[in-house]
C-alpha cells in the first residue's frame, strides 16, 4: 500500500517538474529573435527650381556716320534737334570691331543659357513635358 | 535487457538525427530559395540600370550633338558678319564716305536686328513673323541661326 503511495507521489513530483519545464520550452520555442531589416529608401534631392532671368529688352540707339565732308551740317543737325554737339565716334575698323564683339557676347549668351537648359532638362527630366504637368 | 536498450538507443538517435538533418536540409532550402529570388531581383534591378544608362548616353550625345551644332551655326553667323565688311575688296570706310545716308540707314537696321539678336539670345520669345521667315528679305540677317529657325540658306 504505501509502495502504491510512494509511486503516485514520484509522479506528482515527475508532473510539477515535467508540466511547467515543458510549458517553459514550448513558449520560448515559438518566440524567435526577429531579424533586424534595415532598408534604404532613396530620396531625391530637392529641385533648384531657380526663375529663369527675364529676356533682355534693349534700348534702341542710333548712329550717325560722320565724314570730313558732312561734319558741318551733322553738328548744325545736332544743334537744330537740341542734342549737345558732341559725339563719340569709331573708325570704321573699330566698328567692325565692335559689331564682332557684340556678336561674340550674343553667341556666348545663346550658348550659356542653351546649356542651363539641357543640365536642367537631364537632371530635372523634359522641361515641354513639365510645363505641360 | 541490455542489447535491447542498447539497440532502441541507436534507432532513437537515428531516427533523432534524421530528423535533424531533414530539418537541415528543408532549412537550407529555404535559404537557397530566398538566394534565388533575392539573385531574380538584383538581375532585374541590374537590367533596368544597364537600360537606364543606355538612354543616359543617348541622352547626353544628342545633348553634345545639339550643342555642337549650336557653336557651328553661331560661328557661321560671326563668319558672314566678317564676310560682310571684308567681303572681295569692300571698304567699309570708303564706302561711308561715298554713300553716307545709305550706309548710316543699313548700320541703323543692323543696330536694330543685332539688339534683337541679343534679346533672342537672353530667352526672349521668337515672334511669329521671325518664326515663319523663309526668304533672305524676311530673316534677321545677323543671326538667322537663332531668329529664323524655319530660314534654310541658300546661295543665290
Given amino acids: 500500500m504505501s509502495h502504491i503511495k510512494t509511486k503516485d507521489k514520484t509522479w506528482k513530483l515527475a508532473y510539477i517538474i515535467a508540466v511547467p519545464l515543458m510549458l517553459c520550452l514550448l513558449l520560448s520555442g515559438c518566440s524567435s529573435v526577429k531579424k533586424l ?31 570730313s565732308e558732312n561734319a558741318d551740317e551733322v553738328f548744325k543737325k545736332l544743334e537744330e534737334q537740341g542734342l549737345d554737339p558732341v559725339l563719340f ?5 573699330d566698328f567692325e570691331l565692335l559689331a564682332k ?12 543659357n542653351d546649356l542651363l537648359d539641357k543640365y536642367k532638362e537631364y537632371y530635372e527630366g523634359d522641361l515641354d513635358n513639365k510645363d505641360e504637368k | ?6 539497440l532502441m538507443g541507436i534507432i532513437i538517435s537515428a531516427v533523432i538525427g534524421a530528423g535533424a538533418y531533414v530539418m537541415k536540409l528543408q532549412r537550407d532550402n529555404a535559404v537557397l530559395k530566398a538566394n534565388a529570388i ?15 544608362q543606355k538612354e543616359d548616353f543617348k541622352e547626353i550625345l544628342a545633348a553634345n550633338q545639339k550643342m555642337n551644332e549650336l557653336v557651328s551655326v553661331l560661328k557661321k553667323d560671326l563668319d558672314d558678319l566678317d564676310k560682310r565688311f571684308n567681303k572681295g575688296k569692300r571698304d567699309f570706310g ?46 534677321n540677317p545677323e543671326c538667322p541661326s537663332i531668329a529664323n529657325p524655319n530660314y534654310v540658306p541658300y546661295q543665290n
Fill in chain 1, 37 to 67: 531589416e534595415i532598408f534604404k529608401q532613396e530620396v531625391e534631392r530637392e529641385k533648384l527650381n531657380l526663375n529663369t532671368p527675364a529676356p533682355l529688352s534693349l534700348e534702341q540707339l542710333r548712329w550717325i556716320i560722320i565724314t
Fill in chain 1, 89 to 93: 565716334g569709331l573708325t570704321d575698323k
Fill in chain 1, 101 to 112: 564683339n557684340f556678336a561674340r557676347i550674343r553667341n556666348q549668351l545663346k550658348i550659356s
Fill in chain 2, 1 to 6: 535487457m541490455g542489447i535491447r536498450l542498447f
Fill in chain 2, 38 to 52: 533575392k539573385m531574380e531581383s538584383a538581375i532585374t534591378e541590374q537590367k533596368e540600370l544597364i537600360t537606364q
Fill in chain 2, 94 to 139: 570708303k564706302l561711308a564716305i561715298e554713300r553716307t545716308q545709305a550706309m548710316e540707314r543699313i548700320i541703323n537696321n543692323g543696330s536694330v536686328n543685332a539688339s534683337r539678336c541679343i534679346e533672342i539670345a537672353s530667352g526672349a520669345e521668337l515672334t511669329e513673323k521671325e518664326k515663319n521667315a523663309t526668304k533672305k528679305s524676311e530673316i
